[in-house]
């Protein structure tokens, strides 16, 4: 189904109106949820505040020069310059795009919060998987969006650190209320997906506001591996991106979601992103981050079930003046669970990048086994790197540890190298290919890592 065309939409024509008219033909639920977030989006201020620990990193933040001057990231960035995603991307074919259907069980393809592309195989269909467009999806199957998307983050009686995905912040009430492109997976009981599939998000047009949501559902047994990647098509228009990821992990499933964020440089990124884990399931959640002006990311897993397992890896490359603040939780809920979290990160020139990462262990969690550590490579005197874990323990017998590093290369290592007759540029880069090795060893596709290993390259260049 494609998005219904709205004519004369005005820059920053984030109003209940135009609510109105996107949710006209929606289900009543849908309606209510969006005016409910609406409701959150209208009260709630702009993060502005350094007594918000979660944005203090992002909305002031000293950069490292001469006169030690405060640079506040958000300054510059004005809702109003920006509209919801239309369909108008000046005629661009699919030949135009940048996507594969090779190797594939399925792929989505949307561009501009528009369904360009859709296929799946056979073998897919006959498996009884459902992957679709999100707008396709809430005419197809209702009674799914309706069970999980913007679920009410409440598990076992206890409300959760994370809370409800819709209500964080001004930008993810946004989202709730205006969100438009996405997709929705959802693998049946016992099913087993061999082959990945793809989903490709891009940006075309000058100042939208990409608001996709992910959807995944893996019911009971069930295995799938999900790659997206998000990249804009032109490397010079600026842009929003206000996005969300909600993952749901069936009773034994094995879920694998990748996402590659590969926005230009005048994109302003801001996502809240979680999983749910059920008992005795697997979660790999792989986070690359190459693009974007400022990316403000929310990241959490919650454990709710016992026996349950999450590896959280994310790596990340920035350069020039690109800011990265990402906030993550491991929340553990049931006993015998085990989180495993490893970020890496590389900075080049001005970069600035924070990462506070928590984890939860609630009281019924005895037998955790939870771990967290963030590593930060300088390769320039003026990046800097800010890294704070935390730990907030209510179980009695539980191991959890964690770790954070952030240094320059080592000068040793590059005059070892070059004296061998690497030159220097070279030498740099097994350096930095060495230094994101902890994170790529852990990825299971071999096609993921030497897509990654190909914009670690393209930043070095």
């Not at 009543?28 to 990193?57: F, G, I, N």
């Not at 049931?334 to 984890?359: C, E, F, M």
Request: net charge negative; glycine share 6%.
């Amino acid at each position: 189904m494609a998005i219904t065309r709205i004519k004369k939409l005005q820059k920053g024509d984030f109003s209940k109106e135009f609510l109105q008219k996107i949710s006209a033909t929606e289900p009543a639920w849908m309606r209510e949820k969006r005016l409910e977030a609406y409701a959150h989006y209208e009260s709630l201020p702009m993060p502005h505040t350094t007594k918000d620990d979660v944005w203090r990193r992002t909305v002031d933040m000293r950069t490292q020069d001469y006169w030690r001057r405060t640079r506040r990231h958000l300054r510059g960035f004005a809702l109003e310059k920006y509209h919801p995603s239309v369909p108008a991307n000046g005629g661009l074919s699919t030949e135009d795009l940048d996507y594969s259907d090779e190797e594939t069980a399925g792929v989505i393809l949307q561009v501009d919060g528009q369904l360009q592309h859709a296929s799946e195989t056979e073998v897919l269909k006959k498996k009884g998987v459902y992957f679709a467009h999100l707008h396709t999806a809430l005419q197809e199957r209702p009674e799914l969006l309706r069970t999980y998307f913007m679920s009410k983050a409440v598990t076992l009686e206890t409300a959760l650190k994370s809370g409800n995905i819709a209500q964080h912040n001004k930008f993810d009430a946004l989202h709730g209320a205006f969100w438009r492109g996405g997709y929705l997976l959802h693998v049946p009981k016992g099913v087993r997906v061999e082959v990945p599939l793809r989903v490709y998000i891009r940006m075309s047009e000058a100042e939208q506001a990409d608001l996709s949501h992910t959807l995944i559902v893996a019911e009971e047994g069930s295995q799938v591996v999900i790659l997206e990647d998000n990249l804009s098509i032109n490397p010079d228009v600026g842009g929003l991106h206000s996005g969300a990821v909600e993952i749901f992990a069936g009773q034994n499933s094995n879920v694998t979601y990748v996402q590659v964020q590969r926005w230009n440089r005048q994109v302003w990124n801001f996502a809240s992103h979680r999983a749910m884990v059920a008992r005795d399931a697997q979660l790999y959640w792989v986070t690359a981050t190459f693009g974007g002006r400022l990316s403000k990311i929310n990241q959490a897993v919650v454990l709710e079930g016992a026996g349950c397992t999450a590896q959280m890896l994310g790596l990340a490359f920035t350069d020039a003046r690109q800011h990265l603040d990402i906030s993550t939780a491991q929340e553990h809920i049931s006993p015998h669970t085990s989180s495993d979290l490893l970020y890496r990160t590389v900075l080049k020139d001005r970069a600035q990048t924070a990462w506070g990462g928590n984890i939860y262990v609630y009281p019924s969690a005895n037998h955790t086994d939870a771990y967290q550590k963030n590593d930060n490579l300088l390769l320039s005197e003026r990046a800097h790197a800010d890294t704070l874990p935390g730990l907030e323990i209510q179980a009695h017998e539980v191991r959890c540890t964690h770790g954070a590093t952030a240094g320059k290369i080592d000068a040793e290592q590059v005059f070892y190298l070059m004296s061998r007759g690497v030159p220097y540029a070279q030498a740099e880069k097994l350096i930095v290919d060495g230094f994101f090795e902890p994170v790529m060893e852990r990825i299971p596709l071999e096609s993921v890592r030497e897509e990654l290993s190909a914009s670690i390259t393209h930043k070095l260049e």
